[in-house]
């Protein structure tokens, strides 16, 4: 028995009430080996003795043993000795013979067969009625077997689950005999615990170990480091120090032999796939595994030559019989609501659900270790990663397939974490699968993850000299995510060294080097290098022409960079034309996927916002939300950018109050998705500083300024130089309203210059620094200067933006107070 029975309160409850009914039923207790079974059942025993009923034990591991303790129990609950005799020499059957004597009895009683994990073994001994209910008592069977099949149709068959988190924490607890346990304690045996899975067996050896005096750990969190560092090393000593029955080498097996004795008994059922199976499971990540996903042909191609030819019944099979012992659990997945945080839709529509295979995460532990000193490693290792290369023929931006996809993210994590070294050709195929799948997560907006493998595929890839097509293609995706996700110095070191790559591989007109240089071009512009963006555009634009038809995925995106550059650098009205001949020919392309057509459209509605065509630019915007809401959570950075834009608008509108809200709950949303400093993170704070500053509320935007500097300075964003000058521009507003004007008017002109400098002197940021410029010197007292600079950029908007703009509107408006006041100005008065 052990000291105490941990989180089975109410499965003891239950099963004792139901082996006390007077219904007369056999009950079968399941679940896979080390999960308490036998603990229960020796918890139940007691239960009954307290109640005054007889009990009988029988170890069931054969049919020879169960065979001669139905004669001892035959003897003992008062059987003729005489027919005894017959039965043992094969006279009479042993199981009527205690039956009989069992239903005679007197006195209540319960009979436990523990471990009958070979039930055909005992049928063959004692024949096919050898286990049966009676009315004069109960029984109870203890096995790793749950089918139904097995068992008799009157049969309760429970199976046993793990403990829960809490369950298994006071097990640790107790088990290492600690009283006074720390808060700190407390977490780090709940880690444990979840790390152990909640198996009582495998919790019980890491009590017992700590609790020993010469145990070289004794901390809750140092042995689940130790686990890290070596697993099968401190579960083997950890069983081997815990002073349980059994020899050296049964002790130092006993968990990592626990589960393969199920996968032995199932080898020699004829189901040798079982193992080859559980070890590809072990490869996944401890998550659901869509079953569809074990690609038969492809096990048989990699393993078919130990386990024998694979097709879809015998994977059936295996999984059934993995199920049937509580290795595995199958049952149906859909989607992953809590990643949205809200009723699916889109890609995460619950329109189909998925079968899928759930291995208990220390099962699959112990498997993954077990698979670590076998020979068969590799086979095994390019099974599971060419099973999950199997799917790159389903297109990711498709909302049918999307919570398919989101059941294979953890995986995929998982194959790049721990695929072994020295795996050039897997990792080649990990290279492409991660190319396919990203595809899905920028869909999705799970841009931390996709960073997550593509670096790490990166960083593997680095370690092999010579192998020029995998640093290309690790290369090209990491640097593909390291600039949509704001790491910028590292995209353009990357994509550099990517563009030389392809030019050695390929020729300059291949797809290869064109999509190189066209994600180098777009980290040019995120740097704020516009020139160069611009001049490797128009290159990849000239080698398009005559080569590549206006409607292939590469002139899309060129010509959609193009636009952006342009209207960077305040060219709008090239911009527009550029913008709209994107649009052109989305439209002329059947089923384009909408994330594609969302991201063209929204560019040109940036475009027409910028040119003061607000109302445009909104039905825009509105076009663009419809056609993300179909396939996009409402948190994806894409989403985000377009609410910025619409707010942006509300701003110059006037409505700051809805501004400001909006750009709050953005910059909220932006940096759980992308992270604090990332550069649309940082954009969107700047514009609730902005609002801030025209709500007069100084401090606070000051506060958050200068947070935003910090933040851009720390991460590399500094290179960014029309995001940094208009943070500064806003810091001078603040002097400004503090009464500072001269410093104020000093500021104004510095960064005036910069911008004429680096923008060009019609830019729009460069005209608005020199708007506010002309009314510090009204500030100042100067007005005839003020004035003069008024006039010039009242004409420079006309040019720029015509007599309609919004910003045009706003400089003929001051000037003619510049005229009017000539003393005390009108926002002084």
Known sequence: MPRQLHDRDVELEKLTDVIDSPEGSVTVLHGMGGIGKTALALSICRAMRKKRRRVFWVSASDGYSVREAMLQIALRAGGVESRVQEAAVGNESVADLMWETL???????????????????????????????SYAGGV?????????????????????????????????????????????EREHA????????????????????????????????????????DFPDIIDRAAATSGAGGGDEDLSRLVMQTWEISLDFLE???????????????????????????????????????????????????????????????????????????????????????????????VAEVNAAQLDSSDTRMEIWAAATRCLGAFRGIWPEDPEHGSFWQLLVPHVVAIVDRLPEGCVELLGTVAHIN????????????????????????????????QVWLHFRTGYTFADWAWRTSRLEEAEEVSHEVCEIAALLHKPHSFSVLASESLLAAVYIERGNFRMGEKLIREIIT????????SHPLSIQAHHHFATVLREQGLLEAAEEEARLVVSQCEQIPDIPPYTEAVVRHELGVILWHRGRLDEALSVFDGV???????????????????????????????????????KEISLMEADALGESHYATLQSKHNVAQILVQLKRLDEAEFLLMEIMAAREECGLETRHEDVLATRHELVHIKSQRGQH??????????????????????????????????GWAQAGQFAVARSEMRRVLLARRRKFGDRHHETQEARKVLEQLRKFSGVPWWRR
Not at 351 to 358: D, E, K, M, Q
């Open 103 to 133: 239903d005679e009895s007197p006195d209540p009683w319960l009979i436990v067969f523990d471990s009958v994990d070979d039930p055909k073994s005992v049928e063959g001994e004692l024949g096919a009625e050898w286990l049966r209910s």
């Open 140 to 184: 109870l069977v203890t096995s790793r077997i749950g089918s139904r099949d097995v068992w008799a149709s009157d049969a309760r068959v429970v199976r046993l689950a793990p403990l829960s988190e809490s369950g298994g924490r006071d097990m640790l607890i107790d088990t290492a005999r600690l009283r006074d346990v720390s808060e700190e």
């Open 190 to 229: 709940t880690q444990l615990a979840n790390r152990l899975g909640g198996v009582p067996l495998a919790l019980w050896l890491a009590g017992r170990y700590l609790a020993l005096p010469a145990s070289t750990i004794s901390r809750f969190d140092d042995y689940n480091a130790a686990l890290d560092r």
């Open 268 to 362: 020699k059922q004829g189901i040798p796939h079982a193992r080859t199976l559980m070890r590809v499971l072990s490869c996944f990540a401890a998550r659901p595994v869509p079953i569809k996903l074990l690609s038969p042909k492809v096990l048989s191609r990699t393993c078919g030559d130990r386990s024998g030819r694979w097709d879809d019944i015998r994977l059936e099979r295996a999984l059934n019989a993995l199920s049937d012992l509580g290795l595995v659990d199958v049952g149906e997945e859909g989607n992953d609501e809590a990643l949205s945080g809200e009723p699916p839709s889109g890609l995460y529509s619950p329109n189909r659900g998925h079968r899928c295979i759930a291995v208990h995460p220390l």
């Open 435 to 466: 190319a396919w799948f990203c595809e899905y997560l920028r869909v999705s907006g799970q841009y931390t993850v996709a960073l997550d493998v593509t670096e790490a595929a990166y960083i593997r890839a680095k370690r092999f000299d010579g």
């Open 543 to 550: 080698r398009l022409d005559g080569r590549w038809s206006l």
């Open 625 to 663: 939300m419809r056609m993300q809401r179909k396939v996009m959570p409402r948190w994806h950075p894409s989403v985000l950018v377009t609410r910025f834009d619409v707010a942006s608008i509300y701003r110059i509108q006037g409505n700051l109050f809805k501004a400001f809200l909006e750009f």
């Open 742 to 775: 001269i410093a104020a008017l000093r500021d104004w002109k510095e960064i005036l210059t910069e911008e004429r400098e680096y923008l060009g002197v019609e830019h729009p940021s460069t005209l608005r620094t020199h708007f506010n410029w002309a009314i």
